[in-house]
């Protein structure tokens, strides 16, 4: 019966040792030995190279999103190809809370039952639920990249990839990162500006 016990034991404890990696795989975890600047440089440059090739992508996950006067949780459904995108922003139980859809020919977004349409999703999202969402750079710093044409400071950790990334007054930063097939991508983030402050944990990435 001991020997029973302990081997029912030793079976439990390889199988939270199993998990335990299992996570650990998941994490960003920076090089022991101190990366020169030249070389954080280096692996930046090679990772936004790699990201680049990617013209179709489809992100999943919860957003908490806490604004001034209101805060809630919604699931997220981000998908892009190219420079057409759609994305889905839905409550408890499924229940829509903003769908916005956009093109180069421009962008339409539906909330409160209503739908209007403009060239940027930012001031329709704005105008429909007085949010400050910054939908047309979060394309970008959801894959851990900045937003072009607008300068942007990069805090890199060891392995190049963004700890943090300031830009247009928004404070992005990285809490972890994890694989998708060979890609490394934010798993985990946390956008904010002011009282908005919008927290991003990101269940699937699909290319």
Not at 25 to 51: C, F, I, M, N, P
């Amino acid at each position: 019966m001991g020997v029973d016990k302990y081997f029912s034991g030793l079976r439990v404890l390889l199988v939270l040792f199993f998990f335990m990696l299992a996570g650990c795989a998941s994490r960003t975890v920076d090089s022991g030995r101190q990366v020169s600047d030249e070389e954080k440089e280096q692996r930046w440059q090679r990772h936004q190279e790699r990201l680049g090739l990617i013209q179709a992508w489809e992100m999943t996950g919860r957003l908490n999103m806490k604004v001034p006067g209101r805060s809630g949780t919604m699931s997220v459904d981000w998908q892009q190809r190219g420079d057409e995108y759609r994305l889905l922003l839905d409550g408890p139980f499924g229940a829509a809370v903003a769908h916005i859809s956009g093109s180069r020919q421009g962008v339409s977004v539906t909330a409160a039952d209503e739908t209007r349409y403009g060239p940027s999703p930012e001031v329709l999202l704005y105008s429909l639920t007085g949010w400050q969402f910054p939908v047309s750079h979060l394309r970008y710093w959801v894959r851990g990249l900045p937003a072009p044409g607008d300068d942007a400071r990069i805090q890199l950790n060891n392995l190049g990839y963004p700890d943090k990334i300031e830009q247009q007054g928004w404070v992005v930063t990285y809490q972890q990162y994890g694989l998708s097939g060979s890609q490394r991508l934010p798993v985990r983030l946390v956008v904010s500006r002011g009282e908005v402050r919008l927290s991003l944990i990101v269940s699937s990435w699909q290319f």
